[in-house]
């Protein structure tokens, strides 16, 4: 069964919103909390990881919300752009590197 | 100089053919993966080594056999190929376990008609 599940499927976004994707778990014995960005013909690259110790981390545009007692956490994307266009996907590893994905999010930012 | 290469890049084969898919990570990295990606874009783990030795077998097929010759190799080959083997294989490495980046190749686009 899908261990990440990761709302929504597909996501439209005008340029300069703000885009939200959401994940939760169930294993506690995830910890590690990467959010992965793949574009139309290329392998997934990482964007952004969060620890669980930490409640929030932002790069840039790009955040993650960690809420460790409802086992969810989040990617916000700030003033999206067009360029942001791409498949999102949240993951979560245990100490062994066995890392699992969610479903992906398709996000197109409208110009 | 690419980090996770594999080829080929396209694949298209017949139903009962055997087919590989190489991989190479010029990264140093001493952990090696194999994840399907379906049409749908589900991302699947399927194998992984560490040192050339097995540590992640999900629930796979045995038409599917990896073999890793070194710690910088990790080759995928399919038997008796089926036409719901049809996905994109990406091979990914990283540096050990636990919070480490994984680092994916560009994928190879299989299509068994």
């Known amino acids: 069964q899908q261990q990440v599940k990761q709302s929504p499927q597909s996501l439209i976004v005008q340029k300069g919103g703000i885009s939200i994707i959401n994940c939760a778990y169930e294993n506690t014995a995830f910890d590690y909390f990467p959010w992965y960005q793949q574009f139309p013909g290329k392998g997934p690259a990482l964007l952004i990881a969060?620890?669980?110790?930490?409640s929030e981390k932002k790069e840039g545009r790009f955040t993650i919300s960690f809420n460790k007692s409802a086992k969810q956490f989040s990617l916000h994307i700030m003033d999206s752009q067009p360029g942001d266009s791409a498949t999102y996907f949240c993951a979560a590893s245990t100490r062994d590197n066995d890392m699992r994905f969610g479903a992906g999010t398709r996000l197109t930012v409208k110009p | 100089d690419t980090a996770v290469s594999q080829t080929p890049k396209y694949l298209v084969t017949q139903m009962g053919n055997d087919k590989s898919i190489k991989c190479e990570q010029n990264?140093?990295?001493?952990?090696m993966y194999w994840y399907k990606q379906d049409s749908k874009k589900f991302l699947k783990i399927m194998f992984s080594y560490n040192n050339k030795e097995l540590i992640i077998n999900e629930t796979v097929p045995n038409r599917f056999s990896p073999k890793s010759p070194d710690k910088a190799h990790l080759n995928l080959h399919i038997n008796s190929l089926e036409l719901g083997d049809s996905a994109v294989y990406f091979c990914?490495?990283?540096?050990?376990?636990?919070?480490?980046?994984?680092?994916f190749g560009e994928g190879s686009w299989l299509t068994v008609v």
């Open positions: 990914a490495s990283s540096q050990g376990g636990g919070r480490n980046t994984i680092y």
């Open positions: 990264l140093g990295h001493d952990t």
């Open positions: 969060i620890r669980p110790d930490v």
